[in-house]
C-alpha cells in the first residue's frame, strides 16, 4: 500500500502538458498515466452516456472507479477533465494528425472514442432503431447536467431523428437515404466546425502578430533611445577631454613661462 501511494504521489508530481486546469493543492494537475486510465473509463461508459440522461451518476461511477485505481478524483473533477480534454482535442481540428498527436498526447485517445460513437449510432441507424433510441439521445442530448462539448457529435443526428420518428420507417432505401443524410449532415457540421475553428486561429495569429509587431517597435524605441544616450556621452566625453588638455596646455605654457622668467632673473 505505502508503495503504490509513493507511486501514485510519483505520478501526481509530472503534470501533463495537455492539462489545461489550474494547479493547486486542492486540484491537483492529472499525471500522464492517470488521464490514460481516466478516458480507459470514459471510453467503456461512453454508450451509458448516450442513452441515459442521469449523467451525474454516471460521473460518480467513474470517480469511484477512479478511486480503486488510486487516483482521488471527485465526480466534477472528472466532469471538468473531460471537457478540457474535448476542447483540446477539436482544437486540433484544423491541424493534421501527427501535428496533433505531438501536440496533444491524449488525440488518438479521443478519437477512437468519437470514432466509436459514431459507428454505434450509424449501426442503430441502419437496424432501425425506432423513436425509442432517438428519444433517449435527443433527452439526452437535451438534459442541463450534460456538457456542451460531450454532445455535439449526438446533436448532429437529433434533427434528422426527429424527422425519421415523425415519417416512419421506409424499408431499406429509406435507411440507406438517413445513412446518406447523416453522413452529409455530419461532414457538413465538421467543415463548420474547421472553419469556426481557423476563424479563430487566423484571429488569434494576427492578434500574436500584432503584439510582436508592437513589441518589435518599443524594443526599437528602446534601443534608438540608448544609443543616443550613449552618442551623448560620448560627446560629452569628448568634450570634457578637450576642455582638460586645454586647460593642461594652458597650465603647461605658464609653468614654462614662470621658469623662463625665474631663469632670466637668475642670470641677473
Known amino acids: 500500500m505505502e508503495g503504490h501511494h509513493h507511486r501514485h504521489h510519483h505520478l501526481q508530481n509530472h503534470p501533463v502538458s495537455a492539462n489545461v486546469e489550474a494547479a493547486s493543492d486542492r486540484f491537483p494537475q492529472w499525471s500522464l498515466q492517470e488521464t490514460k486510465e481516466f478516458l480507459s473509463i470514459r471510453a467503456e461508459l461512453d454508450q451509458s452516456f448516450m442513452e441515459t440522461k442521469r449523467n ?11 478511486r ?9 473533477q472528472c466532469k471538468c477533465k473531460w471537457k478540457n480534454l474535448v476542447t483540446r482535442y477539436k482544437g486540433c481540428g484544423t491541424i493534421e494528425a501527427e501535428a496533433a498527436r505531438q501536440q496533444f498526447p491524449f488525440y488518438d485517445d479521443l478519437q477512437a472514442i468519437f470514432t466509436a460513437r459514431m459507428q454505434s449510432i450509424l449501426c442503430s441507424e441502419s437496424e432501425g432503431g425506432g423513436g425509442g433510441g432517438a428519444t433517449r439521445k435527443m433527452s439526452a442530448a ?6 456542451t462539448e460531450e454532445n455535439e457529435l449526438d446533436d448532429k443526428y437529433s434533427v434528422r431523428k426527429k424527422k425519421k420518428v415523425k415519417i416512419g420507417g421506409t424499408g431499406t432505401s429509406g435507411g440507406n437515404n ?4 447523416i453522413l452529409e449532415d455530419f461532414m457538413r457540421q465538421q467543415l463548420q466546425m474547421e472553419m469556426q475553428w481557423r476563424e479563430a486561429f487566423e484571429s488569434r495569429e494576427n492578434e500574436r502578430r500584432s503584439k ?14 540608448r544609443m543616443m544616450m550613449e552618442r551623448r556621452w560620448r ?4 568634450q570634457r577631454r578637450m576642455r582638460e588638455e586645454a586647460r593642461a596646455e594652458k597650465r603647461d605654457a605658464l609653468i614654462t613661462t614662470l621658469l623662463n622668467k625665474l631663469r632670466r632673473e637668475g642670470q641677473m
Open 68 to 76: 480503486d485505481k488510486g487516483y482521488n478524483r471527485s465526480a466534477e
Open 212 to 225: 510582436e509587431i508592437e513589441w518589435r517597435q518599443t524594443m526599437e524605441a528602446l534601443e534608438n533611445e
Open 235 to 238: 560627446e560629452r566625453e569628448e
Open 178 to 181: 438517413d445513412i446518406k443524410q
Open 142 to 147: 437535451s438534459d442541463e447536467e450534460e456538457d
Open 56 to 66: 451525474k451518476l454516471l460521473w460518480e461511477v467513474i470517480s469511484t472507479r477512479m
